[in-house]
């Protein structure tokens, strides 16, 4: 479980093909390596993924095909920058929102806006995922917690502050760039909650 607070940014360090899946080195010397042990959960650029090998500042970790499939991962090279965030630890201060790693959906950075100080970002997601985002609500875009401004049709905005792209890679971001969105885990139990309540009644 994280928060969607990015702790640190790293770097792609290598891309290995592994019979049909992925074996990622991530420079994270930002991070603190010390507190991250193998078999522990990273966040990388929103995708929860296990540590497989340590050293030399780097951590490795495997990603699967449904994880290929499902986020921006397979698009990544040697030289990228991440966002990165170890696994919440209890007694950990819950700045942002509860975040699972687990990526719903690629979204598109439809526009981008400078607003005073601040950019407003509007993304596009898949229809069906809509029902997910409310005003004012979290939402978790590229590993970082954001809060929902406004929504109109499958597209919906957020405000970023200087600091969060300046410590992000939110900054990098043009239209057209893709990304790892998480709705909100609430909602999604909320959700389900609802259809099983409805297909009993």
């Known amino acids: 479980m994280f928060t969607g607070i990015v702790i640190a940014t790293g770097r792609v360090a290598s891309v290995t093909q592994t019979d049909g899946d992925l074996d990622l080195g991530i420079e994270a010397a930002a991070l603190?390596?010390?507190?991250?042990?193998?078999?522990?959960?990273?966040?990388?650029?929103?995708?929860?993924?296990?540590?497989?090998?340590?050293g030399g500042g780097v951590f490795h970790a495997d990603v699967s095909r449904e994880t290929l499939a499902k986020t921006t991962l397979g698009t990544f090279a040697a030289g990228r920058r991440v966002n990165l965030e170890p696994s919440l630890r209890a007694g950990d201060p819950l700045g942002g929102h509860l975040?699972?790693?687990?990526?719903?959906?690629?979204?598109?950075?439809?526009?981008?806006?400078?607003?005073?100080?601040?950019?407003?970002?509007?993304?596009?997601?898949?229809?069906?995922?809509?029902?997910?985002?409310?005003?004012?609500?979290?939402?978790?875009?590229?590993?970082?917690?954001?809060?929902?401004?406004?929504?109109?049709?499958?597209r919906f905005g957020v405000n970023i502050i200087p600091h969060t792209y300046q410590v992000t890679t939110l900054g990098e971001l043009v239209p057209?760039?893709?990304?790892?969105?998480?709705?909100?885990?609430?909602?999604?139990?909320?959700?389900r909650i609802l259809q099983s309540y409805a297909a009993f009644r």
């Open 99 to 154: 975040v699972s790693g687990h990526v719903d959906a690629v979204g598109t950075l439809a526009s981008l806006a400078e607003e005073a100080r601040s950019r407003r970002l509007q993304f596009e997601l898949p229809e069906d995922l809509m029902r997910f985002v409310a005003p004012k609500g979290s939402i978790c875009i590229d590993g970082v917690s954001l809060t929902v401004n406004e929504i109109e049709g499958r």
């Open 32 to 54: 603190d390596l010390k507190r991250v042990a193998i078999g522990d959960s990273v966040s990388v650029s929103g995708v929860c993924l296990t540590a497989t090998r340590i």
């Open 176 to 191: 057209g760039s893709r990304v790892n969105i998480e709705i909100d885990v609430i909602a999604r139990y909320i959700d």
